[in-house]
């Protein structure tokens, strides 16, 4: 009984160390849970594969160990014990220009990469971790490496998933990046689970313009702006896109700008997510000049830099047709 006793106080220590590093870090909400299957969440990803609506990011769906390991933390590290889940509010107070002229960029890509910002903040706790306990051992993921983001960070209780499927917290709405830390140690484990305070709210449903959320918390991509200017690789953006793509170069903030619970946001304190030259968003016919050279010092370690210069482009075509009553554009890739 001792001994029981002796090891739940000293995981207990533990999580309330970690938990306090990593606000240090600068990290706005910390949870720790234990590191088993997300059962539940592998059958709702392996519906919503089935039905296509991972458009043709054809790396989601490429075989079923890739599926299973983005849904057990036992396989990236096979000592795992516990998943530390954290949030960085990345808000900050500026807006788009209205003109035109002007491609929007989506608020999440205005600063730094925020794999590079939360992994150097991630790589550096698990690095003080492994010097208070040198048998800890641990793996970093930030959205690239296969695991479930916004299922951990329900599971530790930071927020709850919204109608539009993205994390909301109480004290920052859904401006926050997530990611994880995977231990090989036992901890203390939050067991408290954060209410769904969507209620009967469906604004953003109804505010999205090519009805991509079919039903709530499920998302369509083949008809999401976001997939359309970042992720599609085609030469020419889909009809329903560019039909309603109200002034987005890149990405879309549409369903998380109608949201109630974003009127909580707060500025971050992290400077690395303040709009990079002052830009929220683009001069469209200046990113139709853009040489490569150019493109890659202008968004080197920008989230921006992932659609590539030639969809950079057409998306800009796309928006200058548009601004000419959808005649034919004298601008050309």
Not at 106 to 123: E, M, N, P, Q, T
Request: with cysteine; proline share 4%.
């Amino acid at each position: 009984m001792l001994a029981i006793e002796q090891d739940t106080k000293q995981s207990t220590s533990r999580a309330a160390k970690i938990k306090a590093r990593a606000f240090a870090e600068g990290f706005d909400k910390v949870g720790v849970v234990r590191a088993e299957s997300l059962e539940e969440e592998r059958a709702r990803l392996e519906e919503w594969l089935r039905r296509g609506f991972h458009g043709e990011m054809q790396w989601m769906a490429r075989d079923r160990e890739s599926l299973l390991r983005r849904t057990d933390p036992r396989l990236i590290l096979p000592d795992a014990r516990s998943v530390v889940s954290v949030a960085l509010n990345y808000y900050t107070p500026h807006e788009h220009r209205d003109d035109p002229a002007q491609g929007k960029i989506s608020r999440y890509a205005w600063g730094d990469d925020y794999h590079d910002v939360l992994g150097a903040k991630l790589k550096s706790l698990l690095a003080w971790i492994k010097e208070q306990w040198p048998e800890a051992e641990g793996k970093v993921c930030v959205d690239a490496q296969p695991a479930m983001d916004k299922a951990w960070a329900v599971r530790a209780g930071l927020g709850w998933l919204g109608k539009h499927s993205n994390l909301i917290t109480r004290e920052y709405g859904s401006w926050v990046f997530l990611g994880e830390l995977v231990l090989n140690l036992d901890l203390e484990y939050d067991t408290e689970i954060v209410e769904d305070h969507c209620g009967t709210c469906t604004l953003c449903l109804e505010a999205c313009p090519t009805n991509a959320i079919t039903e709530a918390r499920v998302v369509d991509s083949n008809r999401c702006i976001s997939y359309g200017t970042i992720e599609l690789r085609r030469d020419e953006l889909p009809e329903l896109i560019t039909a309603n793509q109200q002034g987005w170069l890149y990405g879309c903030d549409i369903c998380q700008d109608v949201c109630p619970w974003n009127r909580f946001e707060r500025p971050t304190t992290e400077t690395a997510f303040e709009p990079r030259l002052n830009e929220t968003s683009l001069p469209l016919l200046r990113v139709i000049e853009l040489t490569p050279d150019e493109h890659a010092a202008r968004f080197r370690r920008s989230p921006v830099k992932r659609a590539k210069l030639h969809g950079l482009q057409r998306n800009a075509v796309a928006l200058l047709v548009q601004a000419n009553d959808n005649k034919d554009s004298t601008f050309k890739i």
